[in-house]
C-alpha cells in the first residue's frame, strides 16, 4: 500500500520534474525561465522523498536514486499526463494547471489520513504545490484573456491534455473530482476558455503501460548512470 | 547549538542556520543526533547545509554526531528569528510576512523594500532567484529586490 502510493506520486514528480527541465535556457521570459525551474526544482525534491518513502517501505535496499535511475518503463507507475511532451508554453502550463491543482487537493488529505511516512511528505509539499497551482492558473488567465493567439494555443493546451485527465481520478482519488472540476472551471471562466469537451480518458500510467515518450524521457534521464553504473561527481 | 549559530546559509550567507529555524533540536545519544528539516523539499542548498554541519561538528570533535532529517512538523517562514529578519533586510531581502497575517488575505501585502523603506511595492515573478524567493520590485526608488516567500 505505502509502496505503491509512494512509488506513483515520486513518479509523478520526478517525470513532470525532468520535463520542466527542458524548458530550462528556452521559457519566453527569463522569469518564467526561472518559475518552471523552480517548480521543477520542487517535484525533484518531491519525487527524492516519495521515492525513498517507497524504498524503505519496500525493504529490499533501493534508494531513491536506484528507483529513479534502475527501474525499466513498465515499472514506472507515473499518470499520463505529466509524460507528456512539453509542446508550445501554453500546452506546458494547460498540464501544470491540471495536474498542480490535481496535487493541491490531494496533499493536504494526504497530510492527513496517509501512512506517517507518506503525511509527513505530503504535508511538507502542499504549501509548495499550492503555489505551483497558483503560477499556473494565473497564467491559464493571461493566456485565455490574451491574444487571439495566446487564446487558441490554451485552448489548444487544454483540450489536448483533457484526455489524460481521467486517470488523475481513479479508485482512491475519485472523490477529489467535483472539487477539482470546479477549480478548473473557476478559473477557466475567468479565462474566458470553455472547459473542454468531454473525451474517452486515457489510462494505464498507473499500472506501468506508458505512451512512446516515457522511454524516450528515460534515455536522457537514465543515461549516465546506464552507462557508468554507481557514478558520483 | 552555539556551534551552528556560525554557519551561514551557502546561498544567503548573512543568516545562520538556527536564524533560518532548520536546526530542529538535539537528542541524545548514544549515538547523539541533531535533527534538521529542510525549508523547501527540493531546495539545493540541502546538501551544501549537511556538509557544513558536518564539517563544523566533525571540526568540533563531534563526529559521533548524527544527522537526521525529519519534515514533519514543515518548516514554516515563522521560524526565522528576529534576528534573522533584521539581517535579511539590512542585506536587501525584504523578510517574509508572518504565516497568520499572510492567511488573513487573499494576496499578499506590499513588502517594505529594503533600499528606500518604501511601501508602495510590486510582485515582478512569484518564483526568483532560489527556491525560497519571489522577485519584487520598489514602485518609488524602481529597484527590483528579492523577497522571502511565506510559507
Ligand atoms: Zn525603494
Redesign the interface.
Known amino acids: 500500500m505505502t509502496v505503491a502510493l509512494a512509488t506513483s506520486l515520486g513518479d509523478d514528480a520526478l517525470i513532470l520534474g525532468q520535463r520542466l527541465a527542458e524548458w530550462c535556457g528556452h521559457a519566453p521570459t527569463l522569469e518564467v525561465d526561472l518559475a518552471l525551474a523552480n517548480i521543477g526544482l520542487d517535484l525533484l525534491g518531491q519525487a527524492q522523498f516519495f521515492l525513498g518513502a517507497a524504498g524503505a517501505a519496500e525493504g529490499q535496499g533501493r534508494d531513491a536514486d536506484t528507483l529513479a535511475y534502475r527501474r525499466r518503463e513498465d515499472e514506472f507507475r507515473n499518470c499520463l499526463l505529466v509524460e507528456q511532451p512539453n509542446g508550445d508554453f501554453a500546452r506546458t502550463i494547460a498540464r501544470q494547471f491540471l495536474f498542480s491543482t490535481w496535487q493541491a487537493l490531494l496533499f493536504p488529505d494526504l497530510a492527513q489520513s496517509a501512512a506517517p511516512a507518506i503525511a509527513a511528505i505530503a504535508q511538507k509539499a502542499a504549501k509548495e504545490v499550492a503555489y505551483h497551482a497558483r503560477f499556473a492558473a494565473e497564467w491559464v488567465v493571461r493566456l485565455g484573456d490574451g491574444t487571439s493567439e495566446s487564446h487558441r494555443r490554451m485552448a489548444d493546451g487544454l483540450a489536448w491534455c483533457w484526455r489524460f485527465t481521467d486517470e488523475l481520478f481513479m479508485d482512491d482519488t475519485a472523490k477529489f473530482r467535483p472539487e477539482w472540476d470546479s477549480h478548473i472551471n473557476a478559473t477557466l471562466t475567468q479565462a474566458g476558455l470553455a472547459t473542454p469537451k468531454p473525451v474517452r480518458g486515457i489510462t494505464g500510467g498507473r499500472h506501468g503501460r506508458h505512451t512512446e515518450h516515457l522511454g524516450h524521457i528515460l534515455s536522457a534521464l537514465q543515461y549516465l548512470q546506464r552507462v557508468y553504473p554507481d557514478a558520483t561527481w | 547549538m552555539a556551534l551552528l549559530a556560525h554557519i551561514p546559509d551557502p546561498e544567503i550567507p548573512v543568516i545562520s542556520l538556527t536564524d533560518l529555524g532548520i536546526i530542529r533540536e538535539i537528542r541524545d545519544g548514544p549515538p547523539p543526533i541533531l535533527v534538521i528539516t ?1 525549508t ?5 542548498a540541502s546538501i551544501a547545509i549537511n556538509a557544513s554541519i558536518r564539517m563544523a561538528l566533525d571540526g568540533a570533535g563531534l563526529a559521533d554526531v548524527q544527522i537526521k532529517t ?6 514554516t517562514t515563522d521560524w526565522i528569528s528576529e534576528s534573522g529578519r533584521q539581517a535579511l533586510l539590512a542585506y536587501g531581502i525584504a523578510p517574509p510576512e508572518p504565516r497568520a497575517a499572510r492567511l488573513a488575505r487573499q494576496d499578499e501585502a506590499p513588502a517594505t523594500c529594503p533600499q528606500c523603506g518604501s511601501h508602495a511595492t510590486a510582485e ?6 532560489t ?1 525560497c524567493k519571489a ?1 519584487w520590485r520598489c514602485l518609488d526608488c524602481a529597484e527590483p529586490f528579492d523577497r522571502f ?1 511565506c ?1
Open positions: 529542510p523547501y523539499t527540493g531546495c539545493p525529519e519534515l514533519s512538523p514543515p518548516w515582478i515573478s512569484r518564483f526568483g532567484s527556491p522577485l516567500k510559507i
